[in-house]
């Protein structure tokens, strides 16, 4: 089996073999109150390490484990002999290499196609402050605890901040106020330079902004005003609605997208909605919390997982809420490479295919790997210069990098395609985005067609493909072969517990959007039917051929009756105070709506008519408020640094401090400071935000994970307002 590595924090690469998998594992008792988890049985396993150059600074998680590095330097075999005590910890193997940052290509041919060339580049970028690499490049022990302390000392850059926020019944009394507390920091948190959006959710939507607004003082008032008299008022929990509309705004190549899912229990369609988050994963990174005991682990770490984003499960009452949610918020501000693009100059001719390529462009953060691939015709391939360029979201500009592509310099791997292999998946990625972002114009069958060639060709297994294997069995028996059936029973399709998580069918996924009809409550809308699964149309209540008559007569009015109630479930919320409905507009009437509900096959069909109303009069009613920005009123019981991250403005600096610290600004600047500022006129303002990020340091250390960003963003400001290299730490004595 090959695998790319991972790249865990500053420069190193990561191999991790997840042992949960093993059945069996045996807990044995070593000591008072140390308990050691064992793999049953004999264990073993073999590792190779092969890179472009030399290997270094390796490192293994179990003591077992014993390497060998070669005359070149660029392999290491590692061994971990047969056992029966091998701990039941993950198998990680760490290194790093002299040339892990800088910008590589290879060019690589192989016996399995040899009329072809693999053009591989990569890079691990790293665009926050180089001083403090040199400092900072060690590999991590604990990379979760690393991912979500924090403590990450990366430079914050642009972006695009979405919140989406549970607001189903259950998040009701102090769950919401809690999620409302955490939302207000979090708005306070962003980068200067960002745009930002607040997504509520239940059965009903409720979106604060049609689009992403800047981050000005403006928008922020408005935003806090609008958290403040958030409840918790939209019905269910349906999460694929406000994806959907997410994904239906437009994007901006330099503010990277990260989208913040909040909620405390199950979603109505789980595997629809992991399968659209894991397609769009390139337009918007997802990271997700669960607050509360009932919230679903597998839903929330799954949900992070495909959009690549992080995780977090929060209990009632933690005392950690904000810290963990800006945590998250400290990941998705790091700078990150968009709008990544190859030009490839006289070689274009020959390249038959490339990845990521228009229309899809993804971005990567730094510390990530970027993994450009190209196969290319190798008769028509040039010595040439190629170009990559991209977006630096923290400098905001655009960047390229110059390589050469030398013919003479191909590698001859032989009979190994591995490199092929994994070009053929990212491109087999790439069609499957086409497909679901309906970015294509050809049709589904033009797709699965470029699909299943790729996997064929190049030996990837595919949605479309399967491989299988042949036995020949040289002692052949003299009986005569014979031909037999074997029964294959269908299972049910009644999949009750799909929507939440807890139980799938064997066969294919059957989402939602993809099934034959509603399931066992037959065309009666998403309230009922997506709460639960599914079940074919043709399979009247569920019922077998066998049934008593009699029977099947009570199991069908028993289905009108649920219908009736459908029905009126589906006309109750148009006459809600919530939703205004025009009765002007005769689509929008009841027996209109109880006729679609009764017809209509999509089990989404209630969902979507509810909340294009709701949007519908939402809209109206914000046009003829003229799109009055609300005033905020900061709370009279703040406490702590609370009352002093009031002062900060979204660029960064304070305009003043909190009662308790006013006295310090009395007096003027330190006579030294007006030989370190760039604008003599903004001495004032640098000096307020000098004090403010050492009174947060300094008094407030307890609270660091909460404040984090605040005081990124402030010195952030005073980065670009003082001269290089100059030390703000050296004023820490006027604020003891």
């Known amino acids: 089996m090959a695998v790319k590595c991972d790249i865990t924090k500053h420069g190193f690469y990561s191999f991790i073999f997840p042992m949960n998998f093993i059945p069996g594992i045996i807990t044995s008792s ?32 179990h003591s077992e484990m014993v390497h060998k590095q070669d005359d070149s330097g660029n392999r290491v075999t590692i061994a971990l002999e047969e056992s029966s005590s091998i701990s039941s910890k993950d198998i990680v193997v760490s290194f790093s290499t002299p040339e892990i940052r800088k910008p590589q ?15 591989h580049i990569t890079c691990i970028p790293r665009i926050s402050d180089e001083e403090e690499v040199a400092e900072e490049e060690v590999p991590s022990e604990d990379h979760e605890a690393a991912k979500t302390s924090g403590e ?13 926020v549970d607001r189903s019944g259950s998040m009701g009394g102090e769950r919401i106020e809690i999620a409302k507390d955490a939302l207000k920091l979090f708005i306070q948190s962003l980068p200067s330079v960002s745009k930002f959006n607040i997504v509520g959710f239940g059965t009903r939507l409720d979106i604060m902004y049609p689009e992403s607004v800047p981050y000005s003082k403006q928008n922020i008032d408005d935003a806090l005003a609008k958290i403040e008299m958030m409840r918790a008022d939209l019905g269910g929990t349906n999460l694929s609605e406000p994806l959907d509309e997410i994904y239906d705004m437009a ?23 992991m399968k659209k988050v894991r397609s769009h994963n390139n337009f918007g990174r997802v990271h997700s919390f669960g607050i509360g005991g009932e919230a679903s682990k597998y839903l929330v770490n799954e949900l992070a997982k495909a959009g690549l984003g992080t995780s977090t499960l929060i209990e009632d009452n933690d005392p950690n809420t904000k810290a963990k949610v800006i945590a998250a918020l400290n990941q998705a501000a790091r700078p990150a490479l968009t709008n990544i693009q190859m030009n490839w100059g006289r070689n274009s001719e020959a390249v038959k295919f490339e990845v990521p390529r228009e229309p899809i462009f993804g971005f990567i953060y730094e510390e990530e790997i970027l993994d450009v691939y190209a196969v290319l015709n190798k008769a028509e391939l040039a010595h040439e210069e190629v170009t990559l360029s991209f977006f630096n979201t923290f400098d905001q500009e655009t960047e390229e990098i110059i390589f050469d592509v030398n013919p003479d310099e191909i ?33 589904n069958s033009s797709i699965q067609k470029e699909v299943t060639a790729l996997s064929l060709k190049y030996s990837v297994l595919s949605e479309h493909t399967a491989f299988f294997g042949k036995i020949k069995n040289k002692a052949k028996s003299g009986e005569e072969l014979k031909t037999i059936e074997i029964p294959i029973k ?15 069918s064997v066969g294919a996924p059957m989402t939602l959007s993809n099934r034959s009809s509603p399931g066992f409550f037959n065309k009666i809308g998403s309230a009922i039917g997506g709460m639960f699964g599914a079940g074919s149309g043709e399979e009247k209540c569920m019922m077998s051929k066998g049934a008593p008559r009699s029977k099947a007569k009570r199991m069908a009015r028993k289905r009108c009756k649920i219908e009736m109630n459908c029905v009126k479930m589906c006309a109750a919320p148009k006459a809600s105070k919530k939703v205004s409905i025009d009765s002007s507009d005769s689509s929008g009437s009841d027996n209109d709506v109880m006729e679609k509900c009764l017809k209509s096959s999509d089990s989404n069909f209630l969902r979507k008519e509810m909340n294009k109303e709701f949007r519908s009069s939402k ?5 003829s408020k003229n799109n009055e920005l609300m005033a905020y009123t900061p709370a009279k019981n703040l406490e702590g640094y609370e009352k002093l991250i009031q002062f900060q403005d979204p660029d960064g600096h304070f305009t003043d ?37 050492l009174i947060l340091e300094t008094h407030f250390k307890s609270s660091k994970g909460e404040w984090v960003m605040i005081a990124k963003k402030a010195r952030s400001f005073l980065k670009k307002s003082l001269q290089k290299g100059s030390d703000i730490d050296q004023y820490r004595s006027y604020i003891s």
Request: aromatic letters at 10%; hydrophobic letters at 35%.
């Open 105 to 119: 290509i290879t060019l690589q041919t192989s016996d399995k196609h040899p009329d072809e060339v693999l053009a």
């Open 619 to 623: 809209q109206k009613s914000k046009k």
């Open 411 to 443: 590698i001859d791997n032989g009979n190994n395609d591995v490199g092929f292999k994994l070009a053929a998946r990212d491109n087999m990625a790439h069609y499957e985005r086409l497909k679901t972002q309906k970015v294509y114009e050809a049709d």
């Open 657 to 693: 401090l909190s009662s308790e610290y006013s006295h310090l600004l009395a007096n003027s600047p330190p006579e030294d400071l007006e030989s370190l500022v760039k604008n003599d006129s903004m001495i004032d303002e640098i000096w307020t935000t000098i004090l403010a990020v």
């Open 251 to 273: 994007t901006d190549y330099k503010y990277p997208r990260s989208i913040f899912v909040l909620t405390d229990g199950k979603i109505f369609d789980t595997e629809q909605v």
């Open 30 to 61: 070593s000591g008072k109150n140390n308990m050691k988890r064992n793999i049953p049985g004999e264990f073993s396993a073999n590792i190779v390490v092969e890179a472009s150059s030399t290997i270094s600074d390796l490192s293994v998680s």
């Open 152 to 164: 990450d000392e990366f430079d914050i850059a642009s972006g695009e901040f979405i919140f989406v």
């Open 490 to 504: 269908k299972m049910e399709q009644n999949n009750f517990y799909r929507g939440y998580g807890a139980l799938r």
